[in-house]
């Protein structure tokens, strides 16, 4: 059973970078086969996909996030990350990482997720 | 970018109820849509892909249709556990994938 797990501060200053980590668990992400996301849900809100990553190392972004994200992969620890620059209060939102499929339209198809954490942008 | 409507935004029904949610997206879309279940506190799970394939361990209760443009989440009879918000996702266009604002399906 493949797990995700997401880790970080759970404060962020604003204009400073939200950084927080994914640990997968049951499956390997050397191995190919998944595409792994970022995804995200403001308090109240509904879901905005962020970005994902091959294990590769190839990435697509969500256009409107583009200019401040990077998701790199660390196979070695079976991890991907997430890092978001110049956050303000509108970043605040509950973070999730996630499994998409192999190819085509199915890389976007999330069949496991993590938790969620919640990150405030605060001073 | 495309935009998709879910009708209603908040629904109430009884368990044993027949419930259906529809999705509209802006721009023709083909089959490219997915629903999802989310729980407070917890993460969305996937029920359905490609608007009518039901994902590995979904009760066959559950059942989508559409494509284009108009598509449609069924619960043929409402169990507790299915209490819960219900989002749409399409995956067709630019931005390569977005959902929608949400159903709220609680108890009568």
């Known amino acids: 059973q493949v797990q995700l797990q997401e880790s970080g501060p759970g404060l962020v200053k604003p204009s400073q970078t939200l950084s927080l980590t994914c640990t997968v668990s049951g499956g390997s992400i050397s191995s190919g086969g998944y595409y792994w996301s970022w995804i995200r849900q403001h308090p109240g809100k509904g879901l905005e996909w962020i970005g994902y990553?091959?294990?590769?190392?190839?990435?697509y972004y969500n256009p409107s996030l583009k200019s401040r994200v990077t998701i790199s992969v660390d196979t070695s620890k079976n991890q991907f990350s997430l890092k978001l620059s110049s956050v303000t209060a509108a970043d605040t939102a509950v973070y999730y990482c996630a499994r998409g499929g192999s190819s085509g339209y199915s890389k976007y198809y999330f069949d496991y997720w993590g938790q969620g954490t919640l990150v405030t942008v605060s001073s | 970018d495309i935009q998709l409507t879910q009708s209603p935004s908040f629904l109430s029904a009884s368990v044993g109820d027949r419930v259906t949610i529809t999705c509209r997206a802006s721009?023709?879309?083909?089959?490219?849509l997915a629903w999802y279940q989310q729980k407070p506190g917890k993460a969305p799970k996937l029920l359905i892909y490609?608007?009518?394939t039901l994902q590995s361990g979904v009760p066959s209760r559950f059942s989508g249709s559409g494509s284009g443009t108009e598509f449609t989440l069924t619960i043929s009879s409402l169990q507790p556990e299915d209490f819960a918000t219900y989002y749409c996702q399409q995956l067709n266009s630019y931005p390569p994938s977005t959902f929608g604002q949400g159903t709220r399906l609680e108890i009568k």
């Open positions: 490609a608007a009518s």
């Open positions: 721009q023709g879309i083909s089959s490219y």
């Open positions: 990553i091959y294990y590769s190392g190839s990435t």
